[in-house]
T-cell receptor, first 115, second 114 residues
Framework: AQTVTQSQPEMSVQEAETVTLSCTYDTSESDYYLFWYKQPPSRQMILVIRQEAYKQQNATENRFSVNFQKAAKSFSLKISDSQLGDAAMYFCAYRHNTNAGKSTFGDGTTLTVKP | NAGVTQTPKFQVLKTGQSMTLQCAQD?????MSWYRQDPGMGLRLIHY???????DQGEVPNGYNVSRSTTEDFPLRLLSAAPSQTSVYFCASSYSGGTEETQYFGPGTRLLVL
């Protein structure tokens, strides 16, 4: 079974600074997707960024980028120029290529942004 | 498009009662899933469906039933509620093969079992 581990239960960052959230996963598969989701206090799950395992290039979305190390099974999220609105719980998730309904989530990292 | 909708938003049950959490999507997605989120934890998969008439168990299926008679709807039934089922429940829908693959989540249902 696949597992996803987020080793940082809580992180904090100063506004306008950069922070990196860690995620490692375990799988024997070669074709899969990795995701970072943001969950603000409203509880709505919001997709931040997606990485396809077969793509060597790291995904970027504006201030958000990932460092995908397939051999090390590592998938960290970097948030640049942190804003107060980035404060939320962040979840890393894994999904195999052939089953879009079955994702495995980490336990999350609570990010605090200090003004 | 309304996306993924869930009803009710909040429910209180007594131990032993049964209820159905409703989930609907209007995006014609083939996949639908139910997750639960306990405090301080990530989402855990309860059941999922790969299309109308086809369902399968996830990581924590005990105490829950699902069926999928239409593409749009995927209700989750609690057979005999227990305090351990107090949680926030998320429904999600998704498709496979596109360039924007992700799961689309509903707003969640908060369930309290006394």
């Amino acid at each position: 079974a696949q597992t996803v581990t987020q080793s940082q239960p809580e992180m904090s960052v100063q506004e306008a600074e950069t922070v990196t959230l860690s995620c490692t996963y375990d799988t024997s598969e070669s074709d899969y997707y990795l995701f970072w989701y943001k969950q603000p206090p409203s509880r709505q799950m919001i997709l931040v960024i997606r990485q396809e395992a077969y793509k060597q290039q790291n995904a970027t979305e504006n201030r958000f980028s990932v460092n995908f190390q397939k051999a090390a099974k590592s998938f960290s999220l970097k948030i640049s120029d942190s804003q107060l609105g980035d404060a939320a719980m962040y979840f890393c998730a894994y999904r195999h290529n052939t089953n879009a309904g079955k994702s495995t989530f980490g336990d999350g990292t609570t990010l605090t942004v200090k003004p | 498009n309304a996306g993924v909708t869930q009803t009710p938003k909040f429910q209180v049950l007594k131990t032993g009662q049964s209820m159905t959490l409703q989930c609907a999507q209007d995006m014609n997605h083939e996949y639908m899933s139910w997750y639960r989120q306990d405090p301080g934890m990530g989402l855990r998969l309860i059941h999922y469906s790969v299309g109308a008439g086809i369902t399968d168990q996830g990581e924590v299926p005990n105490g829950y039933n699902v069926s999928r008679s239409t593409t749009e709807d995927f209700p989750l039934r609690l057979l005999s509620a227990a305090p351990s089922q107090t949680s926030v429940y998320f429904c999600a829908s998704s498709y496979s093969g596109g360039t924007e693959e992700t799961q689309y989540f509903g707003p969640g249902t908060r369930l309290l079992v006394l």
